[in-house]
C-alpha cells in the first residue's frame, strides 16, 4: 500500500518568513496530494491541492510543488502569519479525495512574532 | 462543500463497553472512511463504508473490533467494542461528495474518546 512521509515534524519560522514542508511517497500510481490544515481541537480543512498532471499549483500565499518522477511534493508558505501556526498534513490518494487517502505524518509550523 | 454532523462530540467510557459514533451527511455519498487520529499523531484510516455492502478494512483494524453500519447514502455508523484505554483517540469520518466535485474530502468534526 501507499505510504507517506513528511518532514519536517517541527517548523518554527518568524513572522514574514517563508514554511516548506516535504513529502514523498511510494505508490507511483497515486495522483492526487492534497494538503491539510489541523488547528488545535478541530478538523482537518484542505487549504490545497494537486494533481499528478501538474507540477505546481498557487493560491495566494500558498503553494505546492510536484516531482511525479522523484515522488516528491512540497507545500510552501510565504509571507506566514501567526494564524498559519497549526498541524498541516500532505496526503496521497488514487483519483481524489473519493478515494482513501494516506497521510503523512504531519508537521507543527509555529509562527513566531 | 458538505455538511458532515458527527456525535457524539466526546465520550468517556469504561473499558470493556462499546460506543457508537454516528455521521450524516447533507448529500449522498457512495463511499464514507472513517479515521482514526491518536493524541499528537496523524490519520489513520480505518475502514471504508459503502452502502450495500460489507466495510473494507485496513490492516490491523478488524470487524469484530470496529463493526460498520452503512444502511443508507447519508450515514454511517461506526462501533468501537469492548474498549481498552488504547482505544481513546480522536475518531473521524469523511467524505468526497459529487456535488463538491468528489475530489476534496470533508471531515466531521470528530470524537474524541477516552476510555478510562
Known amino acids: 500500500g501507499e505510504n507517506v512521509e513528511q518532514h519536517p515534524s517541527t517548523l518554527s519560522v518568524q513572522e514574514g518568513d517563508s514554511a516548506v514542508i516535504k513529502c514523498t511517497y511510494s505508490?507511483?500510481?497515486?495522483?492526487?496530494f492534497p494538503w491539510y490544515k489541523q488547528e488545535l481541537g478541530k478538523r482537518p480543512q484542505l487549504i490545497i491541492d494537486i494533481r499528478s498532471n501538474v507540477g505546481e499549483k498557487k493560491d495566494q500565499r500558498i503553494a505546492v510543488t510536484l516531482n511525479k518522477t522523484a515522488k516528491h511534493f512540497s507545500l510552501h508558505i510565504t509571507e506566514t502569519q501567526p494564524e498559519d501556526s497549526a498541524v498541516y498534513f500532505c496526503a496521497a490518494s488514487l483519483t481524489g479525495g473519493g478515494n482513501k487517502l494516506t497521510f503523512g505524518t504531519g508537521t507543527q509550523l509555529k509562527v513566531e512574532l | 462543500s458538505a455538511v458532515i454532523s458527527q456525535k457524539p462530540s466526546r465520550d468517556i467510557c469504561q473499558r470493556g463497553t462499546s460506543l457508537t459514533i454516528q455521521c450524516q451527511v447533507d448529500s449522498q455519498v457512495t463511499m464514507m472512511f472513517w479515521y482514526r487520529q491518536q493524541p499528537g499523531q496523524s490519520l489513520t484510516l480505518i475502514a471504508t463504508a459503502n452502502q450495500g455492502s460489507e466495510a473494507t478494512y485496513e490492516s490491523g483494524f478488524v470487524i469484530d473490533k470496529f463493526p460498520i453500519s452503512r444502511p443508507n447514502l447519508t450515514f454511517s455508523t461506526l462501533t468501537v467494542s469492548n474498549m481498552s484505554p488504547e482505544d481513546s483517540s480522536i475518531y473521524l469520518c469523511?467524505?468526497?461528495?459529487?456535488?463538491?466535485?468528489?475530489?476534496?474530502?470533508?471531515f466531521g468534526q470528530g470524537t474524541r474518546l477516552t476510555v478510562v
Open positions: 505508490d507511483s500510481a497515486s495522483n492526487y
Open positions: 469523511s467524505v468526497a461528495p459529487r456535488s463538491a466535485g468528489g475530489t476534496e474530502a470533508f
